[in-house]
């Protein structure tokens, strides 16, 4: 039989076929067709891919906090063999930490798994780095011994945490053999690392064993159960009034947005839901307190903005310690301080919240000792303007963990005017403030009053500047420079840089071709309860503009309304005194970010009246997702 003879009976056939099946045939040969060239599209990409990891530079990240997470939604992975390295395998929300340490925010809303976050084609390991060997260009990593990267003893497990100490419950913690992580080692070509910080305790006794930190989702998680814990305790009837009022005491140490924006959620659930749920407690008898150690709350806000959330919190019944030291923590109380008073005083409390500030992970202090001596910074890994590591080639970092170090203008006088240049007029003035005003920030606020810097700078009144007038100006200008707050904002610019640098590097461009990392002020914003917001948009004309706000000089800031759209929280409300059973096992924590903003000369703010059932920009989880 030939293929003659094969094709006319098959033509034959189709024909005696009616026309519906015959196209019902025609439609399903092409859809299995088309699958199987998908299929086998797919299958050849993919084993394309693994021959180009040999081929690839490997990109290994070490963390999955803002900056991380915005690399690696910006890397092209087409050029990268990308890995990303981390003890928690999942992005956490961090402004939203004091929300849901109430119940506001349920955990599941700020908290996003990192693999589909990220996509498919970077690799992730969940574990913790522990050494790396920059002239090897290689690192070490285990599994982290600890789930929480502050606090590792078992005591410091609020009681609800602990399913053995639930009594009549069959439920317990178990010590199964499902965590067995082996240490591993892995080279790489481009090392980034975006670890974070930890909290800093100022080495006060008693801190580590007896204070809640904020940092973390299980410490949110903690903080909501210790919460529950001490109404609970009151609520019992044979409790004496003293123990009483000790139970229904608060303590919130720091007075930046952290400190103030737990304050501000913990008098909300209390006006708000203390009543329903326990109606046998006097809400009187309750106290908040806020201890701050410098003299105003939200110091790195415009003094305006310090003084609006003081006077509301009286409002709201929240006492404010300024100028106070916290000397020791204890589990029943506080031990305080006045500035300038030598008698220390007793403050008791049934719960202590920790929001003081950060400092260097151990790991970022070996790897600054690692490096070498241009690590002169304590507190942080000191990284050029590009981001690059100083001392360490194919080397970065980003976020809490680094500092970028800006070149001082005053010390390059000599390489910005051409060579023997005893003086310049206003138009070279102008020129050269316009021209270096990019390679070197401080200069930006004297070329946008160019007129005004060049007459200040001109003693003689001449109308041209010595090169030493220059030189006074440019000192004055390098006094301005301040390090990059500890900011999710900052982290996140940060990330999208270096992934859009790491391209440009792939792809071929020179690296004399690339500008250096600028950071963009977008304003800030702080919740100080009762509906309220403030927030600070210093340095952001744009957004200033858009949303029709101007520098506010009464002494109560306007109020405004906003789009409508209910977030998550006001849609189910307030669980505040929900029972937590324990953590769930696949998170583990090591890194966050803390709020705080840059000092400036001027700014501008707004109170603005949030309405739970209008106020939104979209969901909660998906409008700051949208920010990376």
């Not at 070490?62 to 997470?69: D, E, K, M, P, Y």
């Not at 106290?287 to 003094?303: C, F, K, P, W």
Request: aromatic residues 8%; proline residues 6%.
């Amino acid at each position: 039989m030939n293929w003659e003879s094969i094709r006319g009976m098959a033509t034959s056939g189709i024909r005696t076929v009616p026309r519906r099946r015959r196209r019902g045939l025609i439609i399903s040969a092409a859809v299995v067709g088309g699958y199987a060239a998908y299929i086998y599209a797919w299958r050849e990409n993919l084993f394309s891919l693994e021959k180009d990891h040999e081929n690839k530079p490997k990109l290994v990240v070490l963390g999955t906090g803002w900056a991380s997470v915005a690399l690696l939604r910006n890397i092209d992975t087409k050029l990268y063999d990308v890995q990303c390295i981390s003890p928690r395998n999942y992005f956490l929300m961090t402004p939203l930490l004091p929300s849901v340490s109430v119940g506001t925010v349920e955990t599941r809303t700020v908290v996003e798994p990192v693999r589909p976050l990220v996509g498919t084609n970077i690799k992730f390991l969940e574990a913790e780095c522990v050494d790396v060997d920059p002239e090897k260009k290689r690192v070490v990593c285990q599994s982290s011994p600890s789930f929480d990267g502050n606090q590792t003893k078992e005591s410091q497990f609020s009681q609800r945490d602990v399913a053995d100490n639930i009594g009549g419950s069959s439920s317990r913690r178990v010590h199964d053999g499902a965590r067995t992580r082996p240490p591993f080692e892995l080279d790489y070509d481009v090392l980034v690392v975006a670890v974070g910080a930890e909290n800093n305790t100022f080495n006060t006794p008693g801190v580590d064993s007896h204070a809640h930190f904020l940092k973390e989702l299980p410490d949110a998680r903690r903080i909501r159960a210790a919460i529950s814990d001490c109404f609970e305790s009151a609520s019992i009837p044979s409790q004496t009034e003293e123990e009483r009022k000790r139970l229904l005491s608060f303590v919130v140490v720091g007075g930046g947005p952290t400190g103030v924006e737990f304050a501000a959620e913990l008098s909300d659930m209390v006006h708000e839901d203390l009543s329903k749920n326990f109606p046998q407690l006097n809400g009187s008898e309750i106290r908040i307190s806020l201890v701050e150690a410098l003299d105003q709350i939200l110091s790195m806000y415009d003094h305006k903005i310090s003084e609006y959330t003081e006077k509301h919190f009286d409002r709201e019944n929240i006492s404010v310690l300024n100028s106070t030291f916290v000397k020791e923590v204890k589990q029943t109380e506080v031990v305080l301080q006045k500035r300038g008073l030598p008698e220390k005083h007793s403050l008791p409390c049934g719960m202590v919240v920790w929001a003081t500030g950060i400092k260097p992970r151990p790991f970022v202090n070996s790897l600054r000792k690692r490096v070498g001596p241009l690590q002169s910074n304590p507190r942080a890994v000191v990284t050029d303007t590009y981001l690059g590591v100083m001392g360490a080639p194919s080397m970065y970092a980003m976020g809490d963990c680094s500092s970028i170090q800006m070149p001082k203008v005053g010390d390059a006088v000599a390489n910005l005017v051409p060579e023997g240049t005893e003086e310049l007029d206003f138009d070279e003035f102008a020129a050269l403030m316009k021209d270096r005003m990019h390679e070197y920030p401080q200069l930006e606020s004297y070329a946008q009053q160019v007129k005004a810097s060049f007459e200040k700078a001109d003693l003689n009144q001449d109308g041209k500047l010595q090169i030493s007038e220059l030189k006074s100006l440019l000192d004055e200008a390098d006094k301005l420079l301040r390090p990059l707050p500890a900011t999710a904002q900052v982290a996140n610019q940060e990330g999208k840089f270096l992934a859009q640098r790491l391209n440009k590097l792939a792809r071929g461009t020179d690296e004399k071709d690339l500008e250096p990392f600028r950071y963009r002020h977008l304003g800030s914003l702080a919740y100080v309860g009762g509906d309220k917001a403030v927030i600070d948009f210093s340095g952001t004309g744009v957004l200033q503009k858009f949303f029709g706000l101007e520098p506010s000089t009464e002494e109560e800031p306007s109020t405004c309304g906003a789009p409508s759209t209910s977030p998550r929280w006001s849609r189910f409300g307030r669980r505040s005194f929900l029972p937590s059973i324990g953590f769930d096992q696949s998170y583990s924590d090591v890194t966050s970010a803390e709020s705080s903003l840059p000092d400036q000369s001027s700014r501008s703010f707004l109170a603005m009246t949030l309405h739970p059932a209008s106020f939104q920009l979209g969901s909660t989880d998906d409008l700051l997702l949208r920010a990376l």
